[in-house]
Every structure is written in structure tokens, then in C-alpha cells.
């Protein structure tokens, strides 16, 4: 007697709860037919792609074993079906001997059957760039080909170096419906264009469609220069429709302005100053170099995070210089300021940490004027690294001299600290 099958719907919340366990997943891919299509959609669904391991001693002696690529490979050969179920693909390039991605002829041809992947993110296993230049033209194509899918939806990038704007404006005119794009440690040395990289363009179809874009990550140590490629006729980003923006801050400030001013449609912005920052040149601008904020009416969300060291400029002084710049009543609502802090020993000196916030009252007196009357709640938070002494948080609450007595009266103001040493 045939036994009844389980409800599809059941099956689904099964495999769904082993999503994270792929030995077991591939037992359900053997259960029975109705099981093995949600089975292999877990198991292929996010793929990660890095170097090969080593070669171990003796290692000529044994039988070759195949990497990872080759055996995805030929498990799409023999099923087809399995290139459908990948969604997300993350390639990691290795270091020295173990480099791949430039020279690997299985990449490109693996990247030509995929057609329904929407993450996408290629980085380097350590802290150093791949050239742009130092990849193959085929991969080159494929890879701009792949970008130009129009089931992409989130690209991240990180540790890439180019040696032209052009090359880099390339990849920027490729997507047409991303709503995530992620940049990290992107390098651009020069502004200048590159002949070189018109034959690739002559090889790849990108479409007239622009990409409303809703979040965007401008991370560590990226080139300024990726906000003049995203803002050139060129590309494919539209800038106006972003949501949400996370920027660190270089001393490029002028090319920020220009990212905020065009992005006019914001609720949430979060912004990371570097400890190397120079915030003494930013009050020497002129106007149109600085970041004004009255362009950005819509923004619920403000986040800035700060990497204190102990010589660092004041940071509050141009904290209240950046939230002055709403000068009419803004949806403001949440203001969240964190601070990370390295602590001397409880024996040294700690009056540089404890009293660095003088200048916090003018901005009490800012966020309580009528701009802000929106505003639900001010938190701010002390990341604490001091690899001596235990229950250091508490001990620098009570050392710390706060002036905030309109946000305390109005019960607006959340302050916190939090060791991060142990």
C-alpha cells in the first residue's frame, strides 16, 4: 500500500528549517521525487567560490582532486535544472600562488549558465586589491554580460583597483534593475580614460533601462573617484531614488556634498568618519563643498559613527555644523552617534577620552530648536576597547561629562557603552 505524500507546503517548512545544514539536505534530495527539487534549490542556492587549498606534500602522488568550479560544473552538465536554482554567488580571489579568478577558463564558462542569480559579490581573501587590469578579456565580457542581467538585484564589490575611471564607468552602465550596490576598498588611481576598454564595450548589450537604485554602501578606503563614475551620464545608477546611503567619509568632502545633493529622496544616511580624517579643512570650505542636509527632507534615520583616537579633531563641532543644515522642519526621528573609543590604562590619564564631549550642548540646544520637533529619540553609544580592567563601561559612564540637560528633560536622549575587549 502506497503511503500518503506529505503536503508540498510541509515539505517546503522541512527543508526550509535545514537550509543551513547541507549533509542533511542532500539525505532529502534521496527521500523521494517530491523532495529533491526544494532539497537542490537549499543546496544551490548560494554558491561561494575560493582559491584551492595548497598543494600538501606528496600530494603528486594521489589522484587529482577536481575544485570546487569544476565539480559545480559538471553537476550542471549532467543536470541543467541545478543552474536555475542558483541565486547568489559570492568568488573570493586568493593570494599569490593561489590567485584563480584571471586565469581560470571554467569562470567565465560558469558564469555564462547562470540566469537567475540576484546577489552577486566579488572580493579578495585579503587586504589587497585585484586589478582590473590583471583579469582576462573573456572574463571581462562574461562578467559584464552576467552584471547586465536583468534579474540582478545586489551587487557588492570589494578590493578592486583600476587604473581608469572609464574601466570602472564599464561596470556601472550594466545593471538595470539593482536595488542594493555595495563598494568596498574600490581604487581608482586615475581619471583619465582608457582606450583599451572601448572593444568591451563594443562586445556586451546594455540596456537603455536605469536602475532605480534603494541602498547603497560606499565603504572603507574607497576611492572618491566612485562618486563622479556613478553621477556621469554613462551610468546606469539613478542616484535620486536612493533610500538608503552608509558613506566613510575621505577628506574628499566635496564629492560627498555632490553624492547628498543628488540623492534628495533619503530616509535613512548613515555616516562613518575615519580616525585619519581631517575635520579642521572641512569648516574652510565653501558652502557647496560641505554637506548640507536641507536637500534631504525625507530622512527618518541619521547614523554617525566615529573612530576616535586620542589627537583626533573634536568630531561635535562638525556634527553640529552637519544637523544645522536643516533649516526647515524636517521627519527626523531617530539620531544615532557612535563613538569608538580606545581607552588608556585605568593608571593613565583618561581625562582626553572623558572629556571630549564640551561641545555636546550646543548640539542639546540644536536637536531641541522647532527643526527637529519629529524627533523621538538621540542615542548615543561608546564602543570601549581597553584591554585592561573589567567592567570598564559602567566606570567611564560615571567619568564622562555630558551636558544635555534639554534632550535629558525631554526624555530623548539614550546613553550607552559597551566593551568591546572581551
Not at 579578495?124 to 578579456?137: E, F, G, R, Y
Not at 556634498?257 to 574652510?284: C, P, V, W
Not at 584591554?387 to 528633560?409: C, K, M, T, Y
Request: hydrophobic share 40%.
Amino acid at each position: 500500500m502506497q503511503l500518503p505524500s506529505l503536503p508540498p507546503e510541509l515539505v517546503d517548512q522541512i527543508i526550509e528549517n535545514l537550509k543551513d545544514d547541507p549533509m542533511t539536505l542532500k539525505c532529502c534530495a534521496s527521500v523521494c521525487r517530491g523532495w529533491l527539487s526544494p532539497s537542490r534549490f537549499r543546496i544551490f542556492r548560494r554558491i561561494t567560490l575560493e582559491p584551492r587549498e595548497p598543494s600538501r606534500p606528496f600530494e603528486f602522488l594521489r589522484r587529482k582532486r577536481k575544485s570546487a568550479l569544476q565539480s559545480l560544473v559538471d553537476a550542471i552538465k549532467a543536470s541543467p535544472e541545478i543552474a536555475s536554482y542558483i541565486r547568489e554567488v559570492e568568488i573570493v580571489e586568493g593570494i599569490g600562488a593561489q590567485e584563480w579568478i584571471g586565469n581560470e577558463p571554467l569562470l567565465f564558462f560558469f558564469l555564462a549558465l547562470l540566469k537567475h542569480v540576484t546577489r552577486f559579490k566579488l572580493r579578495h581573501s585579503a587586504v589587497m586589491p585585484i586589478s582590473w587590469n590583471s583579469l582576462s578579456t573573456e572574463f571581462k565580457i562574461e562578467l559584464l554580460r552576467f552584471l547586465a542581467s536583468s534579474l540582478l538585484c545586489e551587487i557588492n564589490l570589494g578590493m578592486l583597483s583600476f587604473v581608469d575611471a572609464k574601466a570602472f564607468r564599464l561596470l556601472l552602465r550594466c545593471p538595470s534593475h539593482l536595488r542594493i550596490l555595495h563598494f568596498d576598498h574600490i581604487q581608482i588611481t586615475e581619471s583619465s580614460n582608457d582606450p583599451s576598454e572601448t572593444p568591451l564595450a563594443d562586445r556586451v548589450i546594455f540596456h537603455p533601462t536605469r536602475a532605480h537604485l534603494e541602498t547603497l554602501v560606499l565603504g572603507a578606503r574607497t576611492s572618491p573617484r566612485v562618486i563622479g563614475c556613478l553621477l556621469h551620464p554613462e551610468s546606469a545608477i539613478d542616484i535620486t531614488s536612493l533610500r538608503n546611503l552608509s558613506i566613510s567619509v575621505s577628506n574628499n568632502f566635496e564629492e560627498f556634498a555632490r553624492l547628498l545633493r543628488s540623492a534628495f529622496n533619503l530616509k535613512s544616511l548613515e555616516i562613518l568618519l575615519m580616525s585619519d580624517i581631517d575635520l579642521g579643512s572641512y569648516q574652510q570650505l565653501p558652502l557647496p563643498g560641505r554637506f548640507d542636509l536641507s536637500h534631504n527632507l525625507f530622512i527618518t534615520t541619521l547614523s554617525v559613527r566615529i573612530d576616535v583616537i586620542q589627537r583626533q579633531d573634536d568630531p561635535l563641532p562638525w556634527l553640529n555644523t552637519l544637523l544645522s543644515t536643516f533649516t526647515a522642519p524636517n521627519k527626523l526621528r531617530n539620531i544615532y552617534v557612535v563613538y569608538s573609543l580606545y581607552l588608556p590604562s585605568p593608571y593613565m590619564d583618561r581625562s582626553v577620552n572623558t572629556s571630549v564631549f564640551s561641545n555636546w550642548q550646543e548640539i542639546d540646544t540644536t536637536l531641541t530648536g522647532p527643526t527637529f520637533d519629529a524627533l523621538e529619540e538621540v542615542r548615543l553609544e561608546f564602543s570601549l576597547e581597553n584591554p585592561i580592567g573589567f567592567g570598564v563601561a559602567p566606570r567611564f559612564l560615571e567619568e564622562v561629562d555630558l551636558q544635555s540637560p534639554a534632550l535629558r528633560a525631554s526624555n530623548r536622549l539614550v546613553v550607552e557603552a559597551f566593551d568591546t575587549s572581551r
